[in-house]
Nanobody
């Protein structure tokens, strides 16, 4: 049973923008914090941005000022607006849901490629 579905990835040039979306099942969305993680080839998966149920946000230092996470509680959707993209942002981006740093629910991932 698919519970998190991402969309919005693609190929963009350096300096461009993309917006990722993740639709979650209602029960998961209202009970959990939401996060965007990414994994580049040969690297560990890292947390990029997170948003609590109360909409408090946190970001990795590498994306602060460029990425914005938000959630629409009416649509069970979390977004990641990515601006000023760099080649090092190239990765598979995953939506996840969880609490206290534990992320038990994951989407299938969406590829983001930033060309130089």
């Amino acid at each position: 049973q698919v519970q998190l579905v991402e969309s919005g990835g693609g190929l963009v040039q350096t300096g461009g923008s993309l917006r990722l979306s993740c639709v979650a099942s209602r029960s998961i969305f209202i009970s959990n914090n939401m996060g965007w993680h990414r994994q580049a080839p040969g690297k560990q998966r890292e947390l990029v941005a997170a948003i609590t149920k109360e909409s408090s946000t946190d970001y990795a230092n590498s994306v602060k000022g460029r990425f914005t996470i938000s959630r629409d509680n009416a649509k069970n959707t979390v977004y990641l607006q990515m601006n000023s993209l760099k080649p090092e942002d190239t990765a598979v981006y995953y939506c996840a849901a969880g609490r206290s740093g534990y992320w038990p629910f994951w989407g299938q991932g969406t590829q983001v490629t930033v060309s130089s």
